[in-house]
């Protein structure tokens, strides 16, 4: 919608200095005899000459609008790409940072089973279990949640982009091969 009323005024820009100059060369036309002969002919030519340079410009405008708008949705994939692949390996680290915690849970275990262990230091290693799989778990699976979240829409927005993209490219393919 935009773009056709920007093509509109540009039309009439382009149109509007071209009609006043054959109006001003229409009212001085010589008086006595009025217009000499073929000037009507030469200028309804130069009008048709006007109008299809006119059209060019349009074509070409549009053109370059249309190659300005690939450029912009091209960044923003490759900005929605950068994104998406952080959100990956961040979620890469996580599940990292998972399995390190549940070795130390593990190990904690292990070192419970074990019938020597003082009771100061059975309880010392509950709470650190407790403290890890409480804290630490509960937080890296909060935030792996939140991850999944936004790789999940980074998709969505990466996949509309794309589509948007592949839009611009035909529409450029269309208007490139109508010149």
């Known amino acids: 919608m935009k773009r056709s009323i920007f093509i509109a005024t540009v039309i009439c820009f382009l149109i509007l ?4 100059g054959l109006a001003f060369a229409q009212s001085a036309a010589p008086s006595s005899g009025g217009l000499a002969p073929g000037s009507l002919n030469h200028q309804a030519g130069d009008l048709t000459a006007l109008v299809k340079h006119l059209s060019t410009e349009v074509r070409a405008l549009r053109l370059e609008l249309c190659k300005l708008q690939l450029e912009f949705r091209q960044g923003k994939v490759a900005q929605l790409e950068r994104e998406l692949r952080q ?10 940072q998972e399995r390190a915690l549940r070795q130390d849970v593990a190990a904690i275990d292990q070192q419970l089973n074990d019938s020597t262990l003082a009771a100061e230091e059975r309880k010392e290693l509950e709470a650190n279990k407790a403290e ?3 804290g630490g778990l509960e937080t890296l699976r909060a935030e792996q949640r939140t991850t999944a979240q936004r790789e999940s829409e980074l998709s969505k927005q990466l996949e509309q982009e794309q589509q948007r993209l592949q839009e611009l490219l035909g ?3 269309k208007l490139s091969f109508s010149d």
């Open 171 to 173: 529409k450029l393919k």
């Open 17 to 20: 200095p071209a009609t006043a």
């Open 132 to 134: 890890m799989l409480s």
């Open 87 to 96: 959100a990956q390996s961040d979620g890469r680290q996580m599940e990292v």
